[in-house]
């Protein structure tokens, strides 16, 4: 079977420039990557949009409803939130939304950090398969994928973005 392949850094600068015009008017603005493809891109969108200051970060791991099942994976990091999330507008970011089971896992993070004044989603990809109801506010691409298939980000070491389809069987 042949697998899709995509431009991830054509799809970041539709994402990125989608999230320009549709934030400007943003107040109180502040970005949280979810860990670990999620945080790549808020990493990069915090420089475009000037907001290096306001860049945080979650570990999903132990919020996740799915956790006993799925276990603990190796490379388990560390939330990091420097700002005030109270009253925020809080642009979370994930490279990959499919179920919906890490974003609502994101979200009741970070309301343990405060309360925000909105929480606003943005994916580089959606592959669909949604088992909570969860959309995304800026997507730069909708893409259908077999369940045993999995998009995969991967960040060369020059920082650039590689996304990628792999079998999961």
Known sequence: MTMPKFDAEALYTMLAHKLKIGLAQESK?????IHSGGAWLAERLAKELQLTDRLGFVDVSFYRDDYAKKGLHADVKSTHIPFEVDGATILLVDDVLYTGRTTRAAINELFDYGRPAR???????????????????????????????????QRDQDGQFLLTTVSTE
């Open 29 to 33: 603005l502040a970005i949280v990557g």
């Open 119 to 153: 929480i606003i989603l943005a994916a580089l990809a959606d592959r669909g398969g949604r088992e909570l109801p969860i959309a995304a506010d800026f997507v730069a691409t909708t893409v259908v994928l077999d369940v045993d298939q999995a998009l995969v980000l």
